[in-house]
């Protein structure tokens, strides 16, 4: 479940929980896959457009795909999901519930919040 604005658009991170979390072992795995293929000195392979966004550095492959160094893809990674978790206003289900000052972190309002 997450949170989101109706006004706004303003969305954060599913709730944590003990099966949701940023120590699960999706997040390991990812990061574990992603540091073998640097260590057989492999590339990582995404998007042009997910690349140049990025600015990371890239060779286009003959799939028409972005070939990038694993340390800036891990790096890359590694920060989004720390943004995610950096603009999380309420950790828990519980901490939503628990809040009855509930108001939008980026636009203020304090009915038009729903939770998915």
Known sequence: MYVYCR????SQDD?????????NDDYIKEFRNIFKIGMNGKTVEMEICNAEEREMEYTKNERNMAEVDFREYLAWRMDSI??????????????????????CPACGCTDMLSVD
């Open 7 to 10: 006004n706004c658009g303003f």
């Open 15 to 23: 709730f944590w929980s003990d099966e949701y979390n940023p120590f």
């Open 82 to 103: 720390a943004l995610r978790f950096r603009n999380m206003k309420w950790i828990t289900w519980d901490e939503f519930q628990a809040d009855t000052a509930k108001e």
